[in-house]
């Protein structure tokens, strides 16, 4: 009978491989992570334990959805569907001084910003200002070099798919007059850029830049110190994938301004960024999710209970790693509340089927905020599914969930403004309509509100 062999390796050594990887690999989890976020190694294990015993409740805490009036009525301006819009941001800001709403448009689908113009004797009107914007993420309206004229920043993925390849970039449109703009590229070479904002972030009186990087594998966050005649240096905050957006604010009331940041990918991570006035930043995660697919969308600085600080509004409903993109049971809509002291407790609101950004407007003039919602990746072949939705506030924070529309479906972003300047505040949205069904398509809507006249006849 033939012997059996021993085995060539040592139990003793055995042992201690298994040991290494039981212990060295999560070690190396934690290491790496603090290398990417900024965040020392001891905050790494306090998030990780905080994650562990946080959880965001996935049942409708506003109950089903209620009927209500319809005040919104929709009407499409702008250019006509020519192809499938893809429509990536919007911003609603007066941009030849008339007095009158006017909406920037990045779109995709062009490769282009354009102005929607608003007139007090015709329809809409819009104008390309600038062409080979090569997939246009965000735009800013912002007097950036500080000559009375709206300028506009925008931030530029290099392709709207996922991509590794450095091909993200930031374009400064400079107002020249009469609606003209001169391109100007100020950073190129990046990885997928996702966000820009304008503040001047290290007090010395000029407007610096905040760049998130989605990238897709390689991602970043940086400040981009104006160093005069459009010259900057990059000061890179973070290289953790999926930043989709930066907001900035005072979240201490130092008189500094603050980044506050929404990272998504496998983290799914809320950061604040605490400027010391100079320029230096410390982060610090205030949320984050143990769903690594929990499919975080968009932040939105609101102070939402009215207390005199800034709350953080959040969705999640990204459904692109699907195919086809479908809504999950988590998706829906939160509030971080500001409690002081930097800590934030999370308030599950709403479920919502790819949620992709939500506004706070008090629209029913009772003085408490509600809250109006889009999606894009809902379940488009029901009819009962939602594009357009809104939260009344009924008081104390709590919430009643009513129908705004489903058509058009695949809705990404959402402005608010008063367009006809009845003292009722309108929405616009835009579509990005990348998969179908491509039934109820809509490239930029604009909601005219009329809930004075709905609920007086109501009434």
């Known amino acids: 009978m033939a012997k059996k062999k021993k085995s060539i390796i040592p139990a003793w050594l055995q042992i201690a491989i298994v040991l290494i990887i039981i212990v060295g690999v999560p070690c190396s989890l934690v290491f790496y992570q603090s290398s990417k976020s900024g965040l020392s190694v001891s905050q790494v294990l306090s998030s990780i334990s905080k994650k562990s015993s946080e959880k965001v409740e996935v049942t409708n805490s506003v109950g089903e959805i209620v009927d209500y009036p319809q005040f919104l009525f929709p009407q499409p301006i702008g250019d006509p569907i020519t192809s499938k819009p893809l429509i990536a941001n919007l911003a609603v800001v007066d941009m030849n001084g008339d007095g009158l709403d006017d909406i920037v448009v990045?779109?995709?689908?062009?490769?282009?910003?354009?102005?929607?113009?608003?007139?007090?004797?015709?329809?809409?009107?819009?104008?390309?200002?600038?062409?080979?914007?090569?997939?246009?993420?965000?735009?800013?309206?912002?007097?950036?070099?500080?000559?009375?004229?709206?300028?506009?920043?925008?931030?530029?993925?290099?392709?709207?798919?996922?991509?590794?390849?450095?091909?993200?970039s930031i374009i400064y449109l400079h107002n020249d007059g009469d609606l003209k703009f001169t391109k100007h590229i100020l950073i190129d070479h990046i990885a997928r850029a996702s966000d820009v904002?304008?503040?001047?972030?290290?007090?010395?009186?000029?407007?610096?830049?905040?760049?998130?990087?989605?990238?897709?594998?390689?991602?970043?966050t940086r400040w981009m110190e104006n160093l005069g005649n459009l010259k900057f240096k990059s000061h890179i905050l973070q290289s953790l994938s999926g930043g989709i957006n930066c907001e900035i604010a005072d979240f201490n009331n130092d008189g500094n301004l603050d980044i506050a940041l929404l990272v998504s990918q496998e983290?799914?991570?809320?950061?604040?960024?605490?400027?010391?006035?100079?320029?230096?930043?410390?982060?610090?995660?205030?949320?984050?999710?143990?769903?690594?697919?929990?499919?975080?969308?968009?932040?939105?600085?609101v102070d939402l209970d009215k207390d005199g600080d800034m709350d953080i509004l959040y969705t999640n409903g990204d459904a692109f790693d699907y195919l086809p993109p479908r809504p999950r049971p988590w998706h829906g809509i939160q509030w971080l509340e500001n409690k002081g002291g930097l800590n934030f407790e999370m308030h599950r609101l709403t479920d919502f089927g790819g949620a992709t950004f939500a506004r706070a407007i008090d629209v029913d003039h009772d003085?408490?905020?509600?809250?109006?919602?889009?999606?894009?990746?809902n379940l488009w072949?029901?009819?009962?599914?939602?594009?357009?939705?809104?939260?009344?506030?009924?008081?104390?924070?709590?919430?009643?969930?009513?129908?705004?529309?489903?058509?058009?479906?695949?809705?990404?972003?959402?402005?608010?403004?008063?367009?006809?300047?009845?003292?009722?505040?309108?929405?616009?949205?835009?579509?990005?309509?990348?998969?179908?069904?491509?039934?109820?398509?809509?490239?930029?809507?604009?909601w005219i509100n009329k809930w004075s006249e709905v609920m007086g006849k109501v009434k």
């Open 197 to 220: 904002r304008v503040g001047d972030m290290d007090g010395d009186g000029d407007n610096d830049l905040v760049v998130s990087e989605f990238g897709y594998d390689d991602g970043e």
């Open 367 to 377: 003085g408490d905020m509600d809250i109006f919602a889009i999606s894009a990746y």
């Open 267 to 301: 983290w799914e991570e809320i950061y604040l960024f605490m400027n010391d006035g100079k320029g230096n930043f410390k982060p610090k995660l205030i949320w984050g999710s143990t769903n690594s697919d929990f499919g975080s969308s968009s932040i939105n600085l």
């Open 106 to 168: 990045a779109d995709i689908a062009s490769n282009s910003i354009s102005i929607i113009l608003q007139s007090k004797t015709g329809p809409f009107q819009e104008i390309k200002i600038a062409s080979d914007v090569l997939a246009p993420s965000h735009v800013q309206a912002f007097d950036f070099d500080k000559d009375g004229k709206l300028d506009i920043l925008v931030s530029c993925l290099g392709m709207l798919f996922p991509n590794n390849d450095k091909i993200g």
């Open 381 to 446: 072949d029901k009819p009962e599914s939602q594009s357009f939705i809104w939260l009344e506030n009924v008081g104390g924070m709590k919430y009643v969930k009513h129908p705004v529309s489903n058509h058009p479906t695949h809705l990404i972003t959402l402005g608010a403004g008063d367009f006809n300047q009845d003292k009722e505040i309108d929405f616009v949205t835009g579509g990005m309509h990348t998969y179908p069904p491509f039934d109820r398509m809509g490239r930029i809507t604009l």
